[in-house]
């Protein structure tokens, strides 16, 4: 005989605020094979918990029913209280009392009837509730970092100095991502490639990471601790061992006029390519789109002139599997481009610049090295407008979010302009001036107040040309909304931060969500940051949202810690939700006709083919045997079972089923 | 028929549609409690039987709602329901069942303010279909004669 205890919680005045949890636990208690009903204020919190474990040991009760909040947020929690009260964890559930009812809808008698219709559903369900055991799956103990950028950078050298091997694979030639891109840093102005540098070289030489650039991840397959990814190492058309990194087949490569991705299009590069000198793996790459010789079939000059022969036309494109048991997620971000500002000019007037290229202008390194000129005649601005918000907290633009680092960036951008050109005027457009962060706003007051950077608070109509110099059309909302028009000389646009392009293909292959932003999404917005939803996969910096570099490492060395953590264990506990083939008593008497439907649809290759074979060895029947180490519990076996011999642990037909009978009748 | 209550019921699967029903309840965006909320592993898990149960039982609405294409946890369970959903439709429509009683949709975990849109007009639009008995005459005279004493 069943004994369920039934436990509402009010959470704080959450749920009690809409919902009378007095009437639901009266109704509760009314109902068939309810041996105990109660109500408390926070039944997460410490003597919340104590009254699970203690009713379960008291009225000596078979199931339990949590009436609270949504099982996505503490179902692991009132598990976990219901194995301490001597009771398997499997044998509770939760009724979703406040995201699908108290939250949702308006005080009344409705919503708390639709409670107690919750409660009484998930009584009956959990009547069903089979005591499982969890499953025992072994741990590889080898980390996958997606992107080298310095998330991807901090989290691979953290998981490698705790001793596990790391799998580190770049999109591009070389690992840095945009941080190799900029010139100095905020707020302490210090030159980024001194600081990102050697740590890239620290990823080369480590021990314990493979670095795999100019590859991308095609395909992940498996679940945590477990996971077999297949990489496609992109052809670089060089023989990495032979090849020196000379560089004469660099500067002998007749193709020059190919726009310079690194320079944002500020410069140009040949066909073979480093991306910047201080690359790493400092490597020439063959652009094939580009290549004299894969397009007219004739040059080969770089094969010439090589002293190490380590070219190699014939090269292809090799894909590798390999085993991981966790993934960092550290793909980056991307500035919104060009068509996206019409009013600005951006694309059209080549002296309106986004935020990037203004990085690469003011950088030693950079095209002019480190000139601040102009694009169009190369002549020093004297006058220069930089537009913050440039397409972010723009809801009529479709990005509504803030991306928090335009602020901060334009006062270093502003600064670095004054400390180049003294006699120049620098002017600032803002809507508000967000530098919460340590020492941040002192960066943004010196700005203001020591290089005397003309902050204007207000927005840019309209950016054009006239006689060789830019109008910029804007207001001046501190002085009554006085339009505001400045003859500029260069326009730099803090373009909003937004997705990496093919974020949202890479998500899909991970299985991780995503928000309508193309950002990959937490599992939990505060309590956990750095955890998808897909266990074992995490994220670190700019991929979850537009992040600065102090924020990027801190996340990436959290996500580090909790593979670490992972990898601290032999074996994991899996939860045992699989799905599973009936067999009443010998296997001849399953119901099992051996159709094998369900082979093809199982998307983890879980179901294997089981021979049952008479004394004299010859095969009497074949039926379908899921491997519990495989199966995930997605349940498509179940449903599409013509016998209706597969279950699924957790959601059996017999429990779903009730489930709808309970939900729709008053007993 | 203006005090009529529709009784809907929703089969969600865990990843998208009932997070993203989670994420209407933390944005406190309001909607008919008409609605309520069965979960699934995934789409795929969804036997079609079920919504004969449902109306046998006295629903008068039902909804189905999983991951985006290709958003799917488990790779695929969300194609295979689809392509279920298909060919049980053309059943169910030739059985005599009334379609638009059943909203097929698509809710990702992202999308609070849409899984409210779903409910909201699918609850509009079986009130106004009104209650579900003919589905009951057909399946349960027992049922035929209480209406018809009413």
Redesign the interface.
């Known amino acids: 005989m069943a004994r369920i205890g039934v436990f509402i919680c009010h959470c704080g005045e959450n749920i009690s605020a809409t919902v009378d949890c007095g009437k639901v636990c009266e109704a509760a208690s009314k109902l068939k094979h309810v041996a105990y009903a109660t109500e408390y204020k926070y039944m997460c919190s410490d003597p919340g918990q104590s009254l699970v474990k203690n009713a379960i040991i008291e009225h000596k009760l078979t199931g339990v029913v949590v009436s609270a909040c949504?099982?996505?947020?503490h179902e692991p929690t009132f598990r976990k209280a219901t194995a301490e009260g001597g009771l398997n964890p499997f044998l509770c559930e939760m009724a979703?009392l406040?995201?699908?009812?108290s939250?949702?809808?308006?005080k009344?008698e409705?919503?708390t009837?639709?409670a107690i219709?919750?409660v009484r559903?998930l009584v009956e369900k959990v009547k069903r509730n089979a005591a499982l055991q969890p499953i025992r799956v072994p741990v590889t103990k080898a980390a996958l970092v997606i992107g080298g950028g310095i998330a991807g950078i901090q989290a691979a050298l953290d998981i490698a100095n705790c001793g596990h091997k790391v799998i580190m694979v770049e999109r591009s030639p070389s690992i840095g991502g945009h941080m190799s891109q900029l010139s100095e840093t905020f707020p302490t102005l210090d030159c980024s490639q001194c600081i990102l540098t050697p740590r890239m070289v620290e990823v080369l030489q480590h021990p314990n990471i493979t670095l795999y650039s100019y590859a991308e991840v095609e395909q992940l397959d498996g679940f945590i601790g477990n996971f077999v990814a297949k990489i496609r190492k992109k052809a670089k058309s060089l023989d990495e061992k032979a090849c020196t990194g000379c560089g004469l087949c660099i500067t002998k490569c007749p193709q020059k006029k190919i726009p310079n991705e690194f320079e944002e299009g500020m410069g140009f590069r040949p066909a073979i390519y480093v991306p910047f000198p201080q690359a790493v793996p400092n490597r020439p790459v063959i652009d094939k789109a580009n290549c004299t010789y894969y397009i007219k079939g004739k040059c080969k000059v770089c094969e010439i002139v090589c002293p190490t022969k380590a070219i190699r036309f014939d090269q292809e494109d090799e894909v590798i599997d390999v085993e991981v048991g966790a993934v960092v997620v550290a793909t980056g971000f991307d500035i919104k481009r060009a068509d996206f500002f019409p009013e600005y000019g951006y694309g059209k007037l080549k002296d309106v610049i986004d935020g990037l290229q203004f990085e690469r202008l003011a950088s030693a390194s950079g095209p002019t090295n480190g000139e601040i000129l102009r694009p169009s005649d190369g002549q020093k601005p004297k006058n220069i407008v930089f537009i913050a918000c440039a397409g972010s907290r723009d809801p009529a633009k479709g990005i509504a979010y803030c991306s928090k680092i335009c602020c901060m960036y334009t006062a270093k951008h502003a600064m670095l302009y004054k400390h180049k050109v003294h006699e120049g005027n620098a002017h600032v457009f803002y809507m508000d001036i967000r530098s919460a962060g340590k020492n941040y706003d002192e960066f943004v007051r010196r700005a203001i107040e020591e290089d005397h950077v003309n902050y204007i608070r207000g927005r840019v109509s309209t950016v054009y040309e006239r006689d060789g110099k830019l109008i910029v059309k804007g207001v001046d909302t501190l002085l009554g909304a006085q339009p505001v028009e400045i003859v500029a000389d260069m326009v730099v646009l803090a373009t909003a931060g937004v997705a990496n392009p093919g974020a949202e293909e890479l998500?899909?292959r991970l299985?991780v969500?995503?928000?309508?932003h193309k950002f990959f999404?937490e599992a939990h917005p505060k309590l956990k940051p750095v955890e998808t939803?897909?266990a074992g996969i995490f994220l670190a910096g700019a991929c979850q949202n537009p992040k600065d570099i102090p924020d990027s490492v801190s996340q990436a060395s959290g996500a580090a810690v909790k593979v670490a953590a992972l990898f601290s264990q032999s074996e994991l506990t899996r939860e045992p939700?699989v799905a599973a083939v009936n067999r009443f008593g010998p296997p001849l008497y399953s119901t099992c006709v051996g159709c094998f439907m369900c082979q093809p649809?199982c998307?983890?290759q879980a179901i294997e083919r089981e021979e049952i074979k008479s004394r004299d060895g010859k095969v009497i029947k074949s039926l379908a045997k899921i491997n519990e180490g495989l199966c995930?519990?997605?349940?498509?076996c179940?449903?599409?079972c013509r016998s209706k011999s597969i279950d699924?642990y957790?959601?059996t037909?017999e429990q779903?089923?009730t489930?709808?009978?309970a939900?729709?009748?008053d007993y | 028929m203006s005090d009529f209550e529709p009784k809907v019921v929703a089969f969600v699967c865990n990843w998208c549609t009932y997070a993203g029903a989670d994420l209407t309840g933390t944005s406190r965006i309001k909607y008919a409690t008409n609605v309520k909320i069965i979960r699934f592993p995934c789409t795929g898990r969804i036997d079609f039987m079920l919504l004969l149960k449902s109306f046998a039982n006295g629903a008068d609405g039902i909804i189905i709602s999983g991951c985006h294409p290709n958003d799917c946890h488990y790779t695929s369970g969300n194609f295979h329901a689809k392509r279920r959903w298909i060919m049980f439709k053309e059943l169910m429509d030739f059985m005599g069942i009334d379609m638009k009683r059943i909203t097929y949709s698509w809710v990702s975990a992202a999308e609070g303010a849409r899984w409210a849109e779903v409910v909201n007009t699918t609850v509009a639009r079986v009130r106004e279909l009104g209650p579900y008995v003919s589905y009951q005459k057909m399946v349960n005279t027992h049922i035929e004669e209480e209406v018809t004493n009413e």
Do not use: F
């Open positions: 949504s099982p996505r947020m979703n406040r995201e699908h009812c939250w949702v809808h308006e009344g409705a919503t009837e639709k219709d919750i559903t998500a899909q299985h969500s995503y928000d309508s999404a939803n897909t939700l649809v998307p983890y995930q519990g997605c349940g498509t179940v449903a599409l699924l957790g959601y037909n779903v089923y489930e709808v009978v939900l729709l009748n």
